[in-house]
């Protein structure tokens, strides 16, 4: 019975707790959360409260319940140096080291690691620290991308036609960024179909998982502003139906050549998760950025559908033995919808904005997967943050049986809240593909 260290405590923990939990081998699992899960909370032996940056606490909880390895969700605890206290008291982790994190953490160190070693993939793209420059570079470019350096929660991107219209407000828009202190990455902007790749690597060995598309809009028909993903759906064959089968070898190749890149630059082996975001072009695959975790909702895709215990998974990670493990994953198509408060996204003096403090209730969901994400539970029940609040997947043979599942699960939770109902929806599906087939003259 081995002892789990689970990091983390959104839903994306909580469908690692679950694939964790199925292991034959009985695991116990210690969690340490920043608020409480009630998900991870009913799976773990014990819970230990606490801030991410608090390596002290993490360590020490880790040598109190004498700890196997960790398993690191989010990129917060990443970027804190997590995975690298716990390796000075011998304890490895599934998730990188703090250097290594930087695939996250600095969108430019990505860029010019990728440039550096001739990696296919990369936009057209310039690092700024100061404005003088960005004008001239914005003005070569006929679609343009910002990017601020750093952790950004997956909203910091500013995208032309989105955020701004030209370059003149795109220029005023660094000037504040760069006036913040952080660095700029300017970059071409592409025309494509975005998907989530998210691969296992033990650092030099790298193995895919099931193809997920994500969905960043807050409203349907993809309107509205971008939040940390409303849902996510995948299909029973692994791919998407508007990709070729190059563009996953192309997906896998790059991803590939950045773990190599990685270990080339820095003398250490990335251990964990290297979700690329990548878009298929009328030039082929292109990376958007990288990150170093599984994503949220993509995890909830994927993992459930893991027949290979997980448990063993992570050990090949740790060991670097990835290539002597058989990596399985069901035949089937899944759909993730979230459920937010209805003030998700939206300003905070909009009428609906008072949602994200109100008490829930959580009904049964059915053939559904629940995934609590930012819950509060408290004595007298469940109550939402200003943050996504649960995720419900449905799994099933086809894609359509899938997401009546999971839109049945949605409409066991009762409360202010909102979800998107076309995730997964053919007519949806079939824009992209028309759009994929347009760009690329198919």
Do not use: W
Not at 9 to 20: F, M, P, Q
Not at 78 to 88: K, P, Y
Not at 370 to 381: A, I, N, T
């Amino acid at each position: 019975m081995p002892n789990i260290l689970l990091i983390g405590n959104g839903a994306r923990e909580h469908a690692l707790a679950e694939a964790i939990a199925r292991s034959e081998q009985k695991p116990r699992i210690f969690s340490f959360m920043k608020t409480n899960n009630p998900g991870i909370a009913s799976l773990s032996a014990k819970v230990l409260l606490g801030r991410y940056a608090d390596l002290e606490a993490i360590t020490g909880f880790a040598v109190e319940n004498k700890i196997e390895f960790a398993v690191i969700g989010p990129e917060d605890p990443l970027n804190n140096g997590v995975a690298d206290a716990l390796s000075r008291i011998n304890i490895p982790s599934v998730g990188p080291t703090q250097s290594l994190a930087r695939l996250e953490t600095s969108k430019s160190f990505t860029r010019n690691l990728v440039s550096k070693y001739h990696i296919p993939g990369n936009p057209r793209f310039r690092v700024f620290k100061v404005i003088d420059g960005v004008e001239a570079f914005l003005n070569e470019l006929e679609g343009i991308v910002l990017k601020p350096d750093g952790l950004t929660g997956g909203k910091g991107v500013l995208v032309q036609g989105d955020h701004f219209a030209t370059p003149q407000e795109a220029l005023n828009l660094c000037k504040q960024i760069l006036a913040e202190g952080s660095s700029l990455i300017v970059e071409e902007k592409f025309d494509g179909e975005e998907f989530s790749l998210q691969c296992l690597c033990d650092g030099k060995t790298v193995v895919g998982t099931p193809l997920v598309q994500d969905h960043k809009r807050r409203f349907d028909g993809d309107k509205g502003p971008n939040t940390g993903g409303m849902g996510s759906y995948s299909l029973a064959d692994h791919s998407l139906p508007f990709l070729k089968p190059q563009d996953l070898l192309d997906g896998l190749e790059i991803t590939r050549q950045v773990a190599a890149a990685l270990l080339a630059e820095t003398g250490s082996l990335y251990k964990g998760v290297m979700y690329g975001g990548f878009i298929a072009t009328k030039d082929g695959v292109k990376l958007l950025e990288y990150n170093a975790r599984f994503g949220d909702p993509e995890a909830m895709n994927i993992l459930p559908l893991l027949k290979t215990d997980f448990v063993e998974v992570c050990r090949h990670i740790i060991a670097g033995t990835l290539d002597q493990l058989k990596i399985e994953f069901e035949h089937k198509a899944t759909v993730c919808k979230y459920v937010v408060p209805k003030g998700y996204g939206l300003p905070s003096d909009h009428p609906d904005a008072a949602s994200s403090k109100a008490k829930i209730e959580v009904g049964h969901v059915g053939k559904a997967r629940l995934y609590y994400s930012s819950v509060d539970q408290k004595e007298d029940g469940l109550y939402l943050s200003a943050s996504r609040a649960i995720g419900i997947v449905g799994i099933a043979d086809t894609l359509a049986e899938a997401r009546k599942i999971a839109e049945e699960g949605v409409k066991a939770i009762k409360g202010p809240v909102a979800y998107r109902e076309d995730i997964g929806t053919d007519a949806l599906i079939q824009k992209r593909v028309d759009h994929l087939k347009k760009i690329r003259k198919d």
